[in-house]
């Protein structure tokens, strides 16, 4: 493994962090009611981006061995991750200033809001940019990668805000049907993006066809089907798709919404959908990062 889970749970966890600030605000203007949402997606979002730096500046092969690297990190404008540090700083700024408001309970800066929208978008992108221009590693050094990245931030955005919020109020994760409807559709993308992207790597040369070799047939295999494919894409797509046609018969206004409510499997399948996305999202880093093999050099 080029990289170790460690950076794989950052990536991950930055893109989830990202994810679950866009939810938010898509939320807070399209379901202005659904406040309970809105604050979760506010209040995760700066605590995950937290968790991730934390991972990253303790990661044994940086971090604690080698601080003056971070140092470096904010004067090497030629470097990918200079330019993302700075996302992140300013994403993590605006993220936290908003949480901060939702907890004391007072008005939302909309300048500030706008700009954590904007670095919530570009912290999505530099997480998929950070490897994909690692030309030595052909499996990362496509245009794909970064969309698959985009797109699976969002649908893990949305699966960690609605989880949470399904604690809290089963009743309004049933309500936002356009956010459902807009998860269904990421969820079908990534899917669309992953074997695409494989379908044109592997013909590029020998190393980025023995990365999906890895990942399609050989040691990764079980894991990507499984673990990938079946559990964090498939499942979502399959139950995401009941409670949308459910929804459609049943949800008509407030008498529709507490129908779709108290059904038995409403928060049932919220809990394993939502889940299942998570666990898809992680896997989908490490499996990209575990797969990865170089181009030999002669």
Known sequence: MVWGTIIAAYLFLAGLSAGAFLTSSYVARKYPEAVTIRVVGRLISPVLMGIGLLLLIVDAEAGLKDPLRFIYLLTNFNSVMTIGTYFI????????????????????????????????????????????????????????????????????GIAGTMLVSAFIDKKVVHYVMSVKKIHLSLLITEVFLIFTMFLVTSSSNESAAQSVAMLISGEYSTLFWLGLVSVGLLLPIVIESLELLNAKKLHQGQAGLEVASAGSHGIVGILITESAVLAGGYILRFLLLAAAVPVAFL
Request: aromatic letters at 14%; charged letters at 10%; a neutral charge.
């Open 89 to 156: 700083s300013f994403f993590m700024m605006a993220a936290a200033f908003i949480a901060l408001m939702e907890i004391l309970k007072k008005d939302t800066n909309k300048i500030v809001e706008y700009v954590g929208i904007v670095f919530a978008a570009a912290t999505a992108i530099y997480t998929g940019f950070l490897i994909g221009v690692i030309g030595a590693v052909p499996l990362w050094n496509t245009a794909i990668l970064p969309i698959l990245f985009v797109v699976s931030a969002l649908s893990t």
